[in-house]
């Protein structure tokens, strides 16, 4: 079973599909990280993201850059943004993400177009969402938490114009999918998220069977 969640950038993506991995006992890919691997490693190189060969080269970096705490930071966010709209970049992490969601037992991914390139045939696909102000609410008690001193409204606009970059590209856009099912999780709180999530996924299946 293939279970695909999108949604743009603090939506609570991340949380509901680990929860539905563990509920399913799935193993799980978080997408984003691989572009903020990209990302992170562009500006370690000295590059510059928006240039597609130097995004390009940033493409092969060690596995264990993954559990690099500088991916979560605030910046690490538009550095993956901007490296990820260059096609090379995305050629270069599909096979990654295709082989993850194809593996034997299925696989829950989250990201912007697992629903619409990676796995278009998923078996449920959710497109999670929720209001640009309670996403910058969350986003700043998760970075006030760690001790990230970021204003609310410097992280309401960085959200804002990293989901417009992101719908606006032309590879693989974040848009939902046509047969995605939409959860908007504005109003709920996590544990209501994670019981929605699952109630919709079930029903999908319910239809398949
Ligand atoms: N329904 C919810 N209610 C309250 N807080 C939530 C909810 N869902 C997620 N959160 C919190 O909001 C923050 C963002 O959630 P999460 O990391 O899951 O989003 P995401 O869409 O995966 O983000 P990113 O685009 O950075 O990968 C986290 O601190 C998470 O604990
Ligand atoms: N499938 C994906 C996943 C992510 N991106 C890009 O990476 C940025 C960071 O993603 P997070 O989920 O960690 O916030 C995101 O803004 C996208 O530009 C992508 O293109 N495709």
């Not at 890919?29 to 691997?37: E, F, K, Q, S, W």
């Not at 990820?84 to 990201?111: C, I, N, W």
């Not at 008690?141 to 989901?163: F, H, K, Q, W």
């Amino acid at each position: 079973m293939i279970i695909a969640v999108d949604g743009p950038a603090a939506s609570g993506k991340g949380t509901i599909a680990r929860a539905l991995a563990a509920h399913y006992g799935l193993p799980h890919l978080d997408t984003g990280l691989l572009y903020r691997a990209v990302g992170v490693t562009v500006a370690r190189n000295g590059g510059d993201p928006d240039d597609p060969a130097d995004a390009a080269a940033a493409c092969v970096f060690p596995d264990s850059l993954l559990d690099d705490l500088a991916l979560r930071s605030e910046e690490a966010g538009p550095l993956a943004s901007r490296a990820s709209r260059h096609p090379q970049v995305r050629a270069a992490l599909f096979e990654r993400q295709r082989a993850f969601a194809r593996q034997a037992g299925g696989a829950v991914l989250d990201g912007r177009d697992i629903g619409t390139v990676i796995a278009p045939d998923a078996d449920a696909k959710l497109f999670v969402t929720a209001s640009v102000a309670v996403r910058a609410e969350r986003r700043h008690r998760e970075l006030v938490a760690r001790g990230e001193p970021v204003s609310l409204a410097e992280i309401a606009a960085e959200l804002e114009a990293r989901d417009a970059r992101d719908m606006a590209r032309a590879d693989a856009p974040l848009r939902q999918a046509d047969d995605a099912d939409l959860l908007d999780t504005s109003d709920l709180s996590i544990g209501a998220s994670v019981q929605r999530a699952i109630a919709l996924v079930d029903a999908r299946l319910k239809d398949r069977a």
